[in-house]
Structures are given as structure tokens and as C-alpha cells.
Nanobody, 123 residues
């Protein structure tokens, strides 16, 4: 599976962005997917994850109520809708996938990664 994230950009605090992660390769619809981010000088951290059928989701406490993960298996695409953005959301965002049905928050559980997309939130 190959992944490509897009949709990053610069917004002011309180604004919104939607990230997309396009996947190529067969059987992507059976993969759990996740979003992670890495801010300058910090370790990569978990943001959100979704099971392959979309029935199970998990979010980091810092984004609950503001971010929503979704997927369209027909388009082999996963999305991250980000609302009420804060300066502390500034980071490079990565999408990842794992060929199991369960979600996970540990980046070590994801063997497939896309290149990141930069999100910058100004105050």
C-alpha cells in the first residue's frame, strides 16, 4: 500500500482544513488507518485512527471534538477534518495504515506511511 497525504496549508486560529490521504494498492479497504503529526522539535504523536469499516474510531484527547476522521473506501481515501484549529496544531501530518481490523494509537503498529503534509496555524 502506498499513501499520499495532501490538503495541508496555512490558516488562522479558529479556521478549518481537511486533509486527504489517497491510497493505492489492493485491499486498502480492509486496512485500519491513522493520522499522526510531528511538530518542530517534538516526537511524532497520534491524532486519530479508524477501523477499516469505519465503525471504530479513536482520537487523541487534544483533538477530540475538533477533528473528525472518515474514509471513503470506494475512493481509497481517508480524510481528517480539522476544525477550530489552534497554533499548537501546527505540525507535519502523516497518514498511516495497518493491515488489521483494529485501530491503534502506537505508530509502531503501522507499517505503511505516506509523506507528510504541513499544517501551519497562526494566532
Amino acid at each position: 500500500v502506498q499513501l499520499q497525504a495532501s490538503g495541508g496549508g496555512s490558516v488562522q486560529a479558529g479556521g478549518s482544513l481537511r486533509l486527504s490521504c489517497a491510497a493505492s494498492g489492493r485491499a486498502f479497504s480492509s486496512y485500519a488507518t491513522g493520522w499522526f503529526r510531528q511538530a518542530p522539535g517534538k516526537e511524532r504523536e497520534f491524532v486519530a485512527a479508524m477501523s477499516w469499516w469505519g465503525g471504530s474510531t479513536r482520537y487523541a484527547d487534544s483533538v477530540k471534538g475538533r477533528f473528525t476522521i472518515s474514509r471513503d473506501n470506494a475512493k481509497n481515501t481517508v480524510y481528517l477534518q480539522m476544525n477550530s484549529l489552534k497554533p499548537e496544531d501546527t505540525a507535519v501530518y502523516y497518514c498511516a495504515a495497518r493491515d488489521t481490523i483494529q485501530v491503534a494509537a502506537d505508530d509502531a503498529e503501522y507499517p505503511y506511511w505516506g509523506k507528510g503534509t504541513l499544517v501551519t496555524v497562526s494566532s
